[in-house]
């Protein structure tokens, strides 16, 4: 069986920028796909702050265009999905379910994956009116009205965001009590343009061509109501997609990936790397999981060339 010098697990910006520059340092990597190729931003619809296009880009269309440029470069793209690891050998072994790879270096950039509520509703109006990321999406409902679904510090983080060009945020909470830190919940109770409701959930998203209302249920009275409303953002956090790595990474609590130098790119074993969200809690942006998937890419390069495997 052949091994190749870098095998990158994940196709979003983290992965396809890893592949660029590992291509163009001639490491000859190979990039698995996974189920979600493109990542989060084949769900949205415009991106406005992802530097380069001045009038704003498609999500898919990016993604599209960034792989486009993955493939310029001679990476080979697997449209297979890694289901298991062992890193205690060398090479490093990747599996599918039906075959096996071997790699001297490894790049993870398997993204975090946002947490939905599951209604079969939801689907239809995500990118179109429903939305997991304020940062990336806030800016379209200026002097609108949304609701943030949630009682975490990430619902209130979001919500805060929100204030900046929403006119009213409502949180949206299935019991009466928060489970966010005690700070955040007096700055959201603080701020003036966010109200709370209790004791709720949202069972049906209803609209026609973009979300335009929400069907709700009291959860002690089990009353229904519908709401007029702009937007429903998510803040119920985010999975990040390690289960396959099967604790053979330093993970935190809450599955992402710990560097013991967050100042670089190597994780706990010499020679495999993380890159993105997979190992990024607090900015969770394309631009940023771009860097990361770069700095992979150079800090693989430079671990080969010590062991003399580039």
Sequence with gaps: MSVVKTAIIGAGPAGYTAAIYAARANLEPILFEGMEPGGQLTITTEVENFPGFPEGIMGPVLMENIRAQVERFGTKIISDVITDVDFSQKPFVLKTAEEEYRAHSVIIATGASA?????????????????????????????????????????????????????????????????????????????????????TVITEFQGALKLDSVKLKNTKTGEESIM???????????????????????????????????????????????????????????????????????????????????
Excluded at 152 to 172: N, Q, R, S
Excluded at 259 to 282: C, E, K, W
């Design 228 to 310: 007029k409303i702009d937007g429903v953002f998510m803040g119920l956090g985010h999975d990040p997609n390690t289960g396959f790595l099967k604790s053979q990474i330093h993970i935190d609590e809450n599955g992402f990936i710990v560097l013991p130098n967050p100042g670089t790119t190597h994780t706990n074993i010499p020679g495999v790397f993380a890159a993105g969200d997979v190992m990024d809690q607090r900015y969770r942006q394309a631009i940023t999981a771009a860097g990361r998937g770069c700095a992979a890419a150079l800090d693989s390069e430079k671990y080969l060339q010590e062991h003399n495997l580039a």
């Design 115 to 199: 947490r939905w509520m599951g209604l079969e509703s939801e689907a239809r109006f995500r990118g179109r009116g429903i939305s997991a990321c304020a940062t990336c999406d806030g800016a379209f409902f200026r002097e609108k009205e949304v609701i943030v679904v949630g009682g975490g510090d990430t619902a209130m983080e979001e919500a805060m965001f929100l204030t900046k060009f929403a006119k009213k945020v409502y949180i949206l909470h299935r019991r009466d009590t928060l489970r966010a830190s005690k700070i955040m919940q007096e700055r959201a109770s603080a701020n003036e343009k966010i109200s709370f409701i209790w004791n």
